[in-house]
């Protein structure tokens, strides 16, 4: 076996050449999706409107355990990918553990995160299906950044429904937007209905993630040739992370690297998925024992405080229901929380892992958080994101727990991108001003009062 | 011959074991510097109190071809390096060139450029000595917080003075210096005598470079243990950057690439001279015949309109004289002037260099810049620093002339950084504010009755 190096970087040609979609392995399936009209389980054409034909078959496939990435798609990913996987002998030599830490760096591209996996596949498929434009929201900027780099490159018009607040506070994301071509609209917006609306109803508004899903669909209904693109939680778009895990499960197996706790950060819940992947599979089917480790903010704790239920993906009650860990469509984190992992509920295909007791969830309060992501910044060079640093803050925990145990475990965990754009935070964070907040049981119970009738 | 992927990456056992010092092979040598108080040429003596020991041995040093890259720097380089070299696939297809484009990517990293190179030696033999304190100064930020990040590998106190003005517009790379545990003091300041001096004639000033040096190098006389550190210019951080050049050159023999031309950016020169080194010693050698290229901004031509003279380093007047290509210390880019590449004067090697007729120079405005940078971001995904994007505009200008041609030549450029902490710059460019900037002749004799005396 070969000595392992500082950075595992795969050869071109082992850049993997399918997607791994774990439904077909699991014993019992997600739930499907319900039409929130008729309370009847999704067909294709429910979503045709909204979605691309090839995505709304990826995220209907529960059969196929690997799904081939097309030649155009590969092409895009050889410009960053493969991704490399990193030995942290530095982290592992200031915490002084018997330890071996791993990471999978998803954040040397330009969109500083895992995101421009998924956009690469989406706005391919549009381009084969003819579309010319497309519409996403986003909030810190990762994914409407990455959506934008994908569509410069397949020739796509673009429309980014930005949280107005974001937009204000980021207007360097908002620029690299632009640079790549794509438009950015603060939402809430008078180009909508749904925008409109809020506006008359709350005019000093600064806007939510879902009220920007509302016109960014809107938008792509009203508008000829376009669809609409989201980021995270949806089935295809945990499908097209598995390139994340299935480069990470051959490095390991090349390298014969063995973890014994793989660890990511879950705010849709996409990154992980990607991660975890192909050892899921390899757990389910009982090939090897591995200790599945989801890690969310104290702030927005979907998986350890949330409800297994149904629930619409938006503030503005569009979507279909999904059934999944939620804490109600109608929860807003603090605005004290910094950067993404802000979502109300989390992928389908994780919460009924979860769920199923495949793996398990662990929460943190984002100063301890940010503690990590300096020690992590100061031994191994680079700056993480706020989200990407809750699994930092978890492996080191793991790690120092095997430092009064002896053990000697492997830590593999996903850091999903880099915090360049997430100065502000670690400033109030290196300022004392950062504080913490737990939501309230009473909190939590105004936002599972928003969660739709159970009654099908 | 392998073939040849989007992206080589060297093995970690292939990272150069020597850096290459091209003195040892040029038929002339750069002059000596000198001291301005005596006219003679520097001893080490002479600058023993300002710079660490093996850093002025390597300063002087014109013998050794190799030097020897200590294990614990490589070390440090094993964190983010080798660097890829990367084939422009993308961006020759959106050229319709029959040009082959590489370029050498040295922003994966957090300080977001090739500065990293320098800073982590140059901490290190700042520790070997014993020294627990460093000083330096930074005007974009980029050497500041590569320097920060090489302090807090090390275990080193820093003190960056940052250029007034940049600090308060770039709060983010403050608080990234921050992170890394470095203080950032606005210069001018009341911390020092040349700081307190500037602010009583002129107290509403934003600072300039070379009044944070003249602070830095103060603080440093002043400190115990202390010494100051610099991130261009000196031969010094020109060998460390060598590191480029020599895997640049093994991945070139590994593909059986033979580049034509090769072009890089020249604010101070360290990149473009670390880039080309090896490849030089063969063209000196007449092994093989390159097209060398410096690209610098029109608005700061130290190469193209400057003059081959003795001249201090600082606008303080502080350093010992270089014989250098300078527009004269007393020199100011106009503000509208984006970015970094700001300096007066040259490398001395390269002014050395360029002057015997070995290498060539070019000179763009900051609009056209900026345009080939948003098609290298469009075509290649990555978001380039202003300063690298000279290196693009001239690649791009050059495999056009190929299209014309129809000639096939093998291009490649030092991509020296990312853009991610320009976007103010982006932003002025896309909303059609940016301007240009060439000095006048009498701007320049101007900054030529800044030149000391040449009386030697």
Redesign the interface.
């Known amino acids: 076996m070969a000595e392992i ?3 595992i ?1 795969l ?3 082992e850049l993997p050449k399918t997607w791994h979609n774990v439904r077909a392995v699991m014993k019992d399936l997600p739930e499907p999706f319900r039409n929130p009209a008729t309370g009847k389980p999704c067909t294709a054409d429910d979503l045709r409107p909204v979605f691309c034909d090839d995505l709304i078959e990826q995220e209907l496939n529960t059969t196929d355990e690997y799904i081939e990435i097309p030649e155009e798609i590969r092409a895009f990913y ?3 990918r493969p991704s490399p996987l990193v030995r942290a002998y ?1 982290l592992e030599k200031a915490l002084d553990t018997p330890a071996k830490i791993y990471y999978k760096f998803e954040g ?3 969109s ?1 995160s895992h995101k421009l996996n998924s956009a690469a596949a989406q706005v391919y498929y549009a381009k084969k299906q003819g579309l010319t434009h497309l519409t996403t929201e986003t909030g810190a900027g990762q994914w409407g950044t990455a959506l934008a ?1 994908a569509c ?2 397949y020739g796509i018009d673009l429309k980014v429904y930005m949280v107005k607040v974001s937009a204000e506070q980021k ?2 994301r908002k ?2 937007i ?4 794509g438009e950015v609209i603060p939402s809430p917006s008078d180009t909508t209905e749904a925008g409109r609306r809020i506006l008359a109803e709350n005019p000093g508004t600064g806007g939510s993630l879902g009220c920007a899903i509302s016109e960014a669909m809107e938008t792509a209904l009203k508008t000829e040739n376009c669809r609409y693109v989201l980021g995270s939680v949806l089935n295809h778009v945990l499908l097209h992370q598995t390139v994340i895990g299935e480069e990470t499960y051959t490095a390991c197996e090349k390298y014969g690297i063995e973890p014994d706790i793989i660890i990511g950060c879950a705010g849709g819940g996409s990154n992980l998925g990607g991660l975890i992947s192909p050892f899921m599979a390899d757990y389910i089917r009982g090939k090897r024992k591995i200790d599945f480790v989801a890690v969310e903010p104290a702030s927005c704790p979907s998986l350890t405080r949330g409800r297994y239920a149904f629930d619409f993906g938006d503030t503005g009650k569009t979507t279909p229901l999904m059934k999944m860990y939620t804490l109600g469509n109608g929860f807003m984190p603090s605005p004290n929380h910094a950067g993404g992992l802000r979502y109300h509920g989390m992928s389908p295909i994780l919460s009924k892992l979860y769920h199923d007791g495949y793996m398990r969830a662990v929460s943190y309060e984002q100063t301890k958080v940010f503690e990590a992501a ?1 020690t992590f ?7 993480p994101a706020p989200e990407s640093s809750h699994a930092i803050k978890a492996a080191v925990d793991e790690a120092m727990r095997c430092k009064e145990t002896g053990e000697a475990k492997t830590i593999l965990f996903g850091l999903t991108g ?1 915090g ?2 997430d ?2 935070s ?2 109030s964070y ?1 300022d004392g001003t950062m504080t913490d907040y737990i939501p309230t049981d009473e909190d939590l119970e105004k936002g599972f009062a928003t969660l739709p009738k159970q009654d099908f």
């Not at 632009?178 to 071509?181: H, P, V």
Request: glycine share 8%; net charge positive; aromatic share 20%.
């Open positions: 190096p500082y950075k970087f050869e071109e040609n050889k410009m960053y530095n040397n591209n330009t500083g780099m410069a490159f207007p360097h620029a690299v632009r640079t790549y071509g300096v910044a100061k031994t191994e060079g680079t700056l880099t360049y754009f100065m502000t670690y400033q290196l």
